[in-house]
Nanobody
């Protein structure tokens, strides 16, 4: 599965962005999907994930209530809606696909099998 993330950019604090992650060579309806982010010199950290069925989602505490992850199986695309953005949300965001079939989507990077290239989100104060 080849993943392509897009939608990053520069936004002021308090603004919104929607990231998209499309797939080629696979059907995302059979994968749990996750979003991670990374800043220079730091490890990639979990942001949000949605189960393969789309029925369950997990979020990092730092983004709960502000970010929403969703899947559109008809478009083979996963989204990360980011609202009330803060400067500390500035990072490169990565989408990933996991064969994890449990009802709860995984929150650790090791559980993910495929990764897209990152898309940079910059939030100015």
């Amino acid at each position: 599965v080849q993943l392509q993330a897009s939608g990053g950019g520069l936004v002021q604090a308090g603004g919104s962005l929607r990231l998209s992650c499309g797939a080629a060579g696979g059907t995302l309806s059979t994968y749990a999907m996750g979003w991670f982010r990374q800043t220079p010199g730091k490890e990639r950290v979990f942001v949000a994930a949605i189960s393969w069925s789309g029925g369950n989602a997990n979020y990092a505490d730092s983004v709960k209530g502000r970010f929403t992850v969703s899947k559109d199986n008809s478009k083979n695309t996963v989204y990360l809606q980011m609202n009330a953005l803060k400067p500390e949300d500035t990072a490169t965001y990565y989408c990933a696909a996991s064969r994890w079939m449990n009802s709860e989507p995984p929150t650790t990077a090791l559980r993910y099998d495929y990764w897209g290239q990152g898309t940079l989100v910059t939030v100015s104060s």
